[in-house]
């Protein structure tokens, strides 16, 4: 509980400091500023295995929270992602997240790149699992993994994986320094078998459509968006 609690108050800092800045508040950004310094050193000293190179439990969580708000040190976060993804490995492909933690787990890999990962959790059919539950019959997402029936079966707490399928995937991300998607990042992930995907999203500034296509080693992509917009586009 002190790990995430602590984590997301420097998160809650982290928006207070860009906050000030947007509106000319220097004196309130530079409070923040130092509030997010100390709050950072403090939960380093406090979490972080120096000798085993990972955070608390060294659960998925309990690394994943971290990487994903920026806390960890850039000396460190190499190993912090691999202490991921060999626990990762170590339960055979299987997340050991909750509501709070798996959305962290998916941010972490996402943002680092490693969709391949996200995509072998996401394809197992044995439980915990996206796949446990639909090999269960279900057409909704159920509030626990293992999709009991006398839970709720239509909760959307663990639907986080949605976001992936957007950012990961389709590749569609807001550009560095954007504001309201002017700058669009087009930067799909392709993993697995899979050949294609298509998706919209439709954002303020109005509709963005990718759609990509793989064929051997030809990667075909076809891309919309919106008027007085800019996209930088990735080629996998």
């Known amino acids: 509980k002190g790990l995430t609690s602590t984590a997301l108050y420097y998160y809650d800092v982290v928006i207070m400091e860009k906050v ?33 190179k990972l ?17 960890v ?8 992602l691999k202490a991921i993804i060999d626990n990762i490995r170590d339960h055979q492909n299987h997340l050991t997240t909750g509501e709070v933690g798996h959305y962290y787990l998916l941010n972490a890999l996402l943002q680092k ?22 090999s269960q019959g279900v057409t909704t997402l159920t509030e ?8 709720p079966q239509n909760h959307f707490m663990l639907g986080h994986i949605e976001q992936w399928f957007y950012e990961g995937l389709a590749g569609i991300n807001p550009g560095p320094e954007s504001k309201g998607f002017d700058k669009i990042l087009i930067k799909p992930q392709i993993v697995g078998d899979i050949t294609w995907v298509k998706a919209t999203y439709k954002s303020v500034r109005g509709k963005i459509s990718i ?8 990667i075909k992509l076809n891309i919309t968006i919106p008027a007085n917009t800019e996209a930088l586009a990735y080629i996998p």
């Open 20 to 52: 000030a800045k947007l509106l000319g508040n220097d004196k309130d950004a530079v409070h923040f500023g130092d509030m997010k310094h100390n709050i950072s050193q403090a939960f380093n000293e406090k979490f972080f295995d120096v000798k085993k």
């Open 55 to 71: 955070y608390a439990s060294g659960s998925q969580a309990a690394n994943a929270v971290p990487l994903a708000l920026g806390l």
């Open 73 to 80: 040190e850039r000396k460190n976060e190499k190993n912090v």
């Open 113 to 134: 790149g490693k969709s391949d990962i996200i995509f072998d959790m996401a394809s197992q059919t044995s439980a915990p699992s996206y796949g446990y539950q639909l």
């Open 144 to 151: 626990d993994w293992n999709a009991e029936r006398h839970s």
């Open 211 to 218: 759609h990509w296509q793989r064929e051997k080693t030809i």
